[in-house]
């Protein structure tokens, strides 16, 4: 009896840890999914909306697609040329920028990198 006893626990309990793998196993690849899907920002896409921020310049846009990109970090270069690129159909240019990590406009002296809109260019 007690074989058969210890037999039901050890087979409880690996169906326990499989269980337990795949979960975990779901939750993963559940990540790497989302974390894809917000790197793939559009290369051509239309300007509809720039805001001068506190620590960035911000861009919205919509792709061909009709797929919508709100707060885009910028360079404060593109704010200054608003006119030009409102409303306008853009390629983009993208790398990395630095942005202050702080509550507010003031320097805190902590920065992060983000991925930022280096250059637009009109397409025409």
Do not use: W
């Not at 409880?12 to 790497?32: E, P």
């Not at 999914?33 to 300007?47: D, E, F, G």
């Amino acid at each position: 009896m007690k074989v058969k006893k210890i037999s039901h626990i050890s087979a409880i309990g690996f169906s326990i840890s499989v269980f337990a793998a795949s979960t975990i196993s779901i939750f993963a690849n559940t990540s790497v999914v989302q974390a894809q899907q917000t790197t793939k920002l559009p290369q051509i896409a239309t300007v509809t909306g720039i805001t001068n921020g506190d620590i960035s310049c911000y861009v919205d846009l919509i792709d061909s697609k009709r797929k919508k990109y709100q707060g885009l970090y910028a360079s404060y270069d593109i704010c200054a040329k608003e006119k030009t690129y409102l409303n306008k159909k853009v390629r983009l240019f993208y790398g990395p920028g630095k942005v202050n990590d702080c509550q507010s406009a003031e320097p805190c002296g902590k920065s992060r990198t983000v991925t930022s809109i280096k250059r637009m260019q009109l397409v025409r």
